[in-house]
């Protein structure tokens, strides 16, 4: 094969993989009513002037699957780690019991579960157009080699469809899983 076929191939399964890492960190975001100390991931604290994520000014724990609980490793720091994860807009109400943050994760209702479920399709339906824009610019690269024979080009061209196919189905396995993740009460 040719290098520059081969370069462009690589190139493009990297796109595709990271189209599915993104969509695999974008599905943490979204939770399905478990509790799970990845859910005030996003949360940035002020910790002495700079932001600062949670998960490196405190210990974040679930003891049970409706519950996250937040210690500070300074207690000074109660104040702004309660803010930080108010100004999140995570919908979590913390309570503050002078020590540690505990925060109640509500049941999702049929409507947020729908509503999420959708919010995953949606995040799905991105990663496919990653892939797919991954396949055209290959597919793109492959047609301008001029030094490649019309064979090796085809052949290369079905080589990413493939791939493309490959990973639409990941992307689809994975919002199955993640959709019967949510929609289970």
Known sequence: MNEDIKFILDTAKEAMTNAIKHLEKQFVNIRAG????????????????????????????????????????????????????????????????????????????????????????????????????ARKDANHDIKNLSEVSEDLQSNAELDIQTMTDNYVKKVDDIFSVKETEIMTV
Do not use: C, H
């Not at 724990?61 to 104040?79: A, C, F, H, Y």
């Not at 994760?105 to 799905?124: F, G």
């Open 34 to 133: 478990k509790a799970s100390p990845s859910m005030l991931g996003s949360v940035m604290v002020d910790y002495y002037g700079s932001q600062t994520p949670l998960s490196q000014v405190a210990n974040v724990n679930t003891p049970d699957g409706r519950t996250i609980t937040v210690q500070p490793w300074e207690k000074s720091m109660l104040q702004e780690i309660e803010r930080a994860i108010m100004v999140a807009n995570l919908g979590f109400n913390p309570m503050n019991n002078g020590e540690t943050i505990i925060i109640n994760v509500p049941a999702l209702t049929e409507e947020r579960r729908r509503d999420l479920s959708k919010q995953a399709k949606a995040e799905a339906e991105d990663a496919k157009i990653g892939i797919r824009n």
